[in-house]
């Protein structure tokens, strides 16, 4: 496996998990200050504005991260160049144009999501908080092609320091804004609510402004590249921007479909409830599914995530240069390094879903439920992420826009009937079932593209299921014999049985992955080398 993706892998990775962590931990104290009961309200903003950032950016960083890479590859720097200079005016357009959009779409959005004003909000409160969201639209492309055009050139640290930074000045902002909101000024918490979503835009400046530092501080090295390129290729704007949109509109779709899922579930959950005569706790079970029980099961799909930004740019040097064993390499260990860490973590919240939940929110069976049941989800989130990457960086943009619809009109005709006969699990069970339609399609594409076999992978990942079954029977053992001992009782005694029962898991997974020498298999030369110095095998 190329250094490369092994060092852009980690290096995202854990700035998406910081930045995920964070945007996980945010919401204990959000929640204490604005209440269960609007909670709701903030995420009625965050779904549209997901969809409308996703249509605007989702692409941009990495088709562009996969053009700058295509054309670095045979040493044309400058073409690459070409492309950043003129993409920072079509992103202030884009950026521009969708703000102006769901700005002024607002008001029918929040007549789509409620009929009337019911009880719990109104249509003009909706209307209020997608469009204090909307803002942030006017950065956030600008940010996308920096991006991406860094990711290109192997660069990958500025765009995880960018996020944590974002997400770090947006976080103080809400908690400090509505805590003067509610606590200071004395208002209501629907008003903080917000502020809250404002936040995003004043997150969005300060991630613009760690990327221009990077933009700084590596521009002496592009100079040099650019100055020893040979001149940029005589391929015309329209051509350029015709072969990037060709990279975005799958890219496009990849972080559109759970938006578009959560959409889905947003406009037909409510009404399908009242549908059945449990209109008194639909807000509240949609509110557990998607946002509450949602930032946590993305948790683990950010492994997922950081390789799909890193592999783009691999896979596309490799395929260019015909290198089907660099292909081949990369693939292997991309699908069982992310099952590897990403499968333990989902059977780590089903174990300690009450746990977990009683933590970051409150003491909540029905909660602690849905939680677990849309744990495993997780799995299928990041192996369609990362499945989607390969298709893209093999040029296979088609068979992208396929299964992403395909996975969606199964959503889409089994949520209603699904609802109806489970409640909140029918709206899992249908997500469920139409992210497996379109990773199947995907894996199936992929192997006969490719010629790519599974049978290696497939024996490592049955190791790899043993191990986390014997680690699956410890951390459930050791929290019974916890709970024997003393029931959880408040936030903090459950943040200790989660803390005891990881670290159980994680020791008996750890040993075990390196005295069967598996981890120094799937992580390299250098966890080798450790591992021998310490006598733990490999």
């Known amino acids: 496996m190329s250094s490369n993706l092994v060092k852009g892998t980690a290096i995202l ?46 692409g941009a960083p990495l088709a562009i991260s996969k053009f700058v890479s295509k054309y670095n590859a045979v040493g044309d720097y400058a073409t690459g160049r070409k492309l950043m200079k003129s993409g920072m ?30 009880k719990d909000f109104s249509i003009a409160e909706v209307t209020s908080v997608i469009r204090w969201v909307s803002y942030a639209l006017l950065v956030v492309p600008l940010m996308s092609i920096v991006r991406g055009y860094l990711q290109g050139n192997q660069k990958f640290e500025p765009t995880s320091v960018s996020q944590l930074i974002e997400q770090i000045v947006r976080i103080i902002v809400v908690l400090l804004g509505a805590f003067i909101v509610v606590n200071v000024l004395d208002l209501s918490p629907r008003i903080a609510v917000k502020f809250a ?21 590596y521009k002496p090295e592009f100079n040099q590249l650019y100055e020893s390129s040979p001149p940029a290729s005589d391929v015309t704007f329209i051509d350029m921007y015709k072969e990037v949109i060709g990279y975005t509109i799958p890219f496009v779709l990849v972080g559109v479909v759970n938006p578009l899922y959560q959409f889905v579930d947003m406009i037909t959950f ?43 740019p691999v896979i596309t040097r490799f395929y ?44 909540n069976p029905v909660g602690a439920d849905v939680l677990a049941t849309y744990a495993p989800v997780a ?27 395909a996975g969606l009109l199964v959503k889409m005709i089994l949520n209603i009937p699904l609802i109806k006969l489970f409640e909140v ?15 199947g399609i995907n894996i199936y594409v992929i192997s006969r593209v490719l010629h790519y076999q599974f049978k290696m992978v497939f024996r490592r990942l049955i190791l790899i299921g043993i191990f986390n079954v014997i680690m699956f029977i410890a951390v459930h053992f050791t929290l019974k014999g916890l709970l024997a001992f003393s029931p959880v009782d408040g936030k903090m005694q459950a943040l200790l049985y989660v803390l005891i029962c990881a670290f159980v898991g994680v020791v008996i997974y ?23 110095k310490l006598g733990l095998g490999g």
């Open 13 to 58: 990775t854990i700035g998406l998990f910081l930045s995920k962590a964070l945007g996980l931990l945010y919401v204990i104290p959000f929640y204490a200050i604005v209440g269960e009961e609007n909670i709701g309200l903030y995420q009625y903003a965050y779904i549209p504005y997901n969809l409308a950032l996703a249509v605007a950016i989702s």
């Open 89 to 118: 005016l079509v992103m202030a357009m884009t950026g521009i144009l969708s703000f102006l959009v769901l700005f002024f779409l607002a008001e029918p959005i929040a007549h789509l999501v409620i009929t009337n004003d019911e």
């Open 197 to 217: 979503v404002f936040a995003a835009f004043i997150g969005a400046l300060a991630g613009l402004v760690v990327l221009y530092k990077y933009w700084l501080k």
């Open 270 to 312: 409510n009404s399908t409830m009242e549908s059945i005569g449990r209109e008194e706790v639909a807000k509240t079970y949609f509110t557990m599914l998607n946002f509450l029980t949602h930032k946590i099961v993305m948790i683990p799909v950010m492994v997922a995530t950081g390789f799909s930004m890193a592999l783009i």
């Open 320 to 363: 260019t240069k015909n290198d089907q064993k660099g292909i081949t390499r990369s693939l292997d260990q991309t699908y069982q390094i992310m099952l590897f860490l990403t499968a333990p973590m989902v059977l780590g919240l089903i174990v300690l879903s009450n746990q977990v939940y009683t933590f970051f929110y409150s003491d």
């Open 379 to 405: 799995i299928l989130f990041g192996l369609f992420t990362v499945t989607a990457a390969i298709l893209q960086g093999i040029d296979k943009h088609k068979w992208i826009v396929f299964t992403s619809l």
């Open 425 to 439: 699990n029918g709206a899992i069970a249908a997500t469920a079932i139409g992210y497996t339609v379109a990773v």
């Open 510 to 532: 750890g040993a075990l992955s390196l005295k069967s020498g598996l981890a120094q298999k799937l992580f390299g030369d250098r966890l080798t080398r450790i591992t021998r």
